[in-house]
T-cell receptor, first 111, second 114 residues
Framework: AQSVAQPEDQVNVAEGNPLTVKCTYS??????LFWYAQYPNRGLQFLLK??????LVKGSYGFEAEFNKSQTSFHLKKPSALVSDSAWYFC?????????FGSGTRLQVQP | KAGVTQTPRYLIKTRGQQVTLSCSPI?????VSWYQQTPGQGLQFLFE???????NKGNFPGRFSGRQFSNSRSEMNVSTLELGDSALYLC?????????????FGQGTRLTVV
């Protein structure tokens, strides 16, 4: 069975600084990995996905993620954080027609 | 292009009642999935429908059921509500069923069972 782990419940970063939200995965076979953001009173917004190809995936709102097969990681990054990036972030792996989500990381960007 | 629409946005029900939630997917999307989000259990997969057929089901009791109509709209039903069913129910649509395709989520229905 596939799973993802987000080791940090919360990440705090100052506006303008780079941010990283961590995710590790466990799957058999090739992983299909996703990042979603959840803003207050909103559903999940798709940010990016890794299916195959380049290890650095670029997504929406300036986010990118680095796939590392040897470390089974798929960390979300952004070079310069904005206060509006404050949200919950969920890493997910696609299994048999269903997404398995991590527990989520709350990102707080301070002005 | 309109996004995924879920109705109603908020519901308050009493234990023992039943409830029906509705989801209209993005036009042209044929796959609809449902997820339950709670503070304790996080996001959990309920089921997926594609072309009116249930393709996959998560580990939820039979009180949770769903269906999909020919226009791809989907409904989810929960019977004999329990306090623990209080959650945000999210619907997601995808163009096709299977791995690789991103899912587009609605804003959710917040169900409170009292």
């Amino acid at each position: 069975a596939q799973s993802v782990a987000q080791p940090e419940d919360q990440v705090n970063v100052a506006e303008g600084n780079p941010l990283t939200v961590k995710c590790t995965y466990s799957v058999s076979g090739n992983p299909y990995l996703f990042w979603y953001a959840q803003y207050p009173n909103r559903g999940l917004q798709f940010l990016l996905k890794y299916i195959t190809g380049d290890n650095l995936v670029k997504g929406s709102y300036g986010f990118e993620a680095e796939f590392n097969k040897s470390q089974t990681s798929f960390h979300l990054k952004k070079p310069s954080a904005l206060v509006s990036d404050s949200a919950w972030y969920f890493c997910a792996v696609m299994g048999r027609r269903a997404l398995t989500f991590g527990s989520g990381t709350r990102l707080q960007v301070q002005p | 292009k309109a996004g995924v629409t879920q109705t109603p946005r908020y519901l308050i029900k009493t234990r023992g009642q039943q409830v029906t939630l509705s989801c209209s997917p993005i036009s042209g999307h044929r796959s609809v999935s449902w997820y339950q989000q709670t503070p304790g259990q996080g996001l959990q997969f309920l089921f997926e429908y594609f072309s009116e057929t249930q393709r996959n089901k998560g580990n939820f009791p039979g009180r949770f059921s769903g269906r999909q109509f020919s226009n791809s709209r989907s409904e989810m039903n929960v019977s004999t509500l329990e306090l623990g069913d209080s959650a945000l129910y999210l619907c997601a649509s995808s163009p096709s069923s299977g791995a690789g395709g991103e899912a587009f989520f609605g804003q959710g229905t917040r169900l409170t069972v009292v």
